[in-house]
T-cell receptor, first 111, second 116 residues
Framework: SQKIEQNSEALNIQEGKTATLTCNYT??????LQWYRQDPGRGPVFLLL?????KEKRKERLKVTFDTTLKQSLFHITASQPADSATYLC??????????FGQGTTLQVKP | GAVVSQHPSRVICKSGTSVKIECRSL??????MFWYRQFPKKSLMLMAT?????????EQGVEKDKFLINHASLTLSTLTVTSAHPEDSSFYIC????????????FGSGTRLTVV
């Protein structure tokens, strides 16, 4: 069956450290993968999209990698800040155009 | 950027009544919108795909008579929860796709439905 999984439900790190979140998928061949941020009681906000022919994508303190052989994407936040505390969701588009989400990783950055 | 406006943000209704949730694309036309449901500390579960001018496509296990979707124009999709029960209490979110996914999907701010 098709699955998209984020292996950590929660991640706690100290301010200034790099947070690394993992997303694995099975039985999909996505052309691209996306990462979203969701704050409590709000809808997800798009952060980054990485295509299958891109190994790495950066946006300010965010970095995403995409390994189609391992079927895995890593999401990094460098120099983390308490304001980065939120739930981060990976998502991919199925071949019918539906956006399917992982279960999310809740990041807590402590001062 | 592309914005999707969703309202109401919160609604409390009595069991047996119906509730309508609206989702509007403010500065773009959305031929397709998606409706999600989210339980506390859980991920978003796709309920249905709303297509302008045609019937919605529902995911397996979602009751189409319970969750009525109408997409009558290129900027408005509505979700009506009919004969609501306490187990329908949840967080409902709509979204639309932008430029074939090049800029991801944009989401509404969500509606917290509480059925008492």
């Amino acid at each position: 069956s098709q699955k998209i999984e984020q292996n950590s439900e929660a991640l706690n790190i100290q301010e200034g450290k790099t947070a690394t979140l993992t997303c694995n998928y099975t039985n999909y061949s996505p052309a691209y993968l996306q990462w979203y941020r969701q704050d409590p009681g709000r809808g997800p906000v798009f952060l980054l999209l990485i295509r299958e022919n891109e190994k790495e994508k950066r946006k300010e303190r965010l970095k995403v990698t995409f390994d189609t052989t391992l079927k895995q994407s890593l999401f990094h936040i460098t120099a983390s800040q308490p304001a980065d505390s939120a739930t981060y969701l990976c998502a991919l588009v199925s071949n019918t155009g539906k956006l399917i989400f992982g279960q999310g990783t809740t990041l807590q950055v402590k001062p | 950027g592309a914005v999707v406006s969703q309202h109401p943000s919160r609604v409390i209704c009595k069991s047996g009544t119906s509730v309508k949730i609206e989702c509007r694309s403010l500065d773009f036309q959305a031929t397709t919108m998606f409706w999600y449901r989210q339980f506390p500390k859980k991920s978003l579960m796709l309920m249905a795909t709303s297509n302008e001018g045609s019937k919605a496509t529902y995911e397996q296990g979602v009751e189409k008579d319970k969750f009525l979707i109408n997409h009558a124009s290129l900027t408005l999709s509505t979700l009506t929860v009919t004969s609501a029960h306490p187990e329908d209490s949840s967080f409902y979110i709509c979204s639309a796709r932008i430029l074939d996914g090049a800029y991801g999907y944009t989401f509404g701010s969500g509606t917290r439905l509480t059925v008492v």
